[in-house]
């Protein structure tokens, strides 16, 4: 079997960089879309996915709860990365000699405070590690590029200024995904279970199925809704929680969860990553 882990992004985007450090042992492959990183699964042309799910920064990732479902991919371990910015440019060029850098649209707010103290302009670029991959060919020593350190590595840029995002807080987590699921692993720290429902359309339907949760004890992390099939009357719920399937709690707070739902499905149940702590 293939020992790829794929992801959506440039080498040297924060995906890679989530890859490196989850699975070292693993060669990532970068692929243009979300949809091709499942497609690259279901092919066999990688083994795992990893994919972001939200941001503390900028929350969720947009239409990353409508793939998951309809991927046919389980949910093997979660990953936190560290969002980093890290200032870069052509070897040999000083700070001083940038008029403008250019990052994904989210980064440059938030290096605010340090481009603005250097009286450099931001420009959007469709991808920060790609903007690095265009200045390596470009060779243009007036244009800096905001993104991981793994960028600079990987393009042979010289990093300026380490780390200058205004937050110390800006963290992506990501899913690790793969064909076969595995409910027997028992985590260190506890397990999460994650998994997507619909409710009967009878009245108070979220609120009774939510019930079995508070009355088992049962902690609730996640819960987002989103239209399903382009209907206004069918929602469908994102939910994780702290807890395994086997364990009495989450077995009870299931199995109500169940009687008032039309479909309910467990995307993953896997160890807690300590990081959210």
Do not use: W
Request: proline fraction near 4%; charge should be negative.
């Amino acid at each position: 079997m293939t020992n790829r882990i794929a992801f959506q992004g440039e080498p040297g985007a924060y995906s890679h960089q989530a890859c490196r450090e989850a699975r070292p042992d693993m060669e990532a492959l970068p692929c243009h879309t979300f949809e091709d990183v499942i497609a690259a699964v279901r092919s066999g042309e990688a083994r795992l996915a990893m994919l972001p799910v939200e941001n503390t920064t900028y929350g969720r990732v947009a239409d990353i709860h409508r793939l998951l479902p309809a991927s046919g991919l389980k949910i093997l371990d979660e990953a936190f990365v560290r969002v980093h910015i890290s200032l870069m440019a052509l070897p040999g060029v000083k700070l001083e000699e940038l008029e403008k850098v250019r990052a994904h649209l989210v980064l440059i707010p938030q290096a605010a405070s340090f481009l603005s103290q250097y009286g450099i302009i931001g420009e959007a670029a469709a991808d920060s590690a790609g903007a690095a991959a265009e200045l390596a060919a470009e060779q243009t020593r007036e244009i800096g590029v905001l993104a991981s350190d793994l960028a600079a590595e990987t393009y042979g840029l010289e990093i300026l200024a380490q780390h200058i995002e205004d937050h110390a807080h800006n963290t992506t987590r990501f899913l690790i995904m793969g064909e076969e699921a595995d409910f027997s692993r028992r985590g260190d720290h506890g397990m999460m279970t994650t998994f997507i429902f619909q409710v009967r359309n009878i009245p108070a339907a979220l609120y009774k199925a939510m019930g079995g949760f508070a009355t088992n004890g049962v902690n609730m992390t996640k819960l987002e809704s989103y239209m399903a099939d382009g209907s206004f009357t069918a929602t469908q719920f994102y939910a994780d929680i702290e807890g395994h399937p086997d364990d009495p709690a989450v077995r009870r707070a299931l199995e109500e969860l169940d009687y008032f739902t039309e479909k309910l499905e467990i995307l993953g149940v896997y160890p807690r990553d300590p990081r959210r702590d």
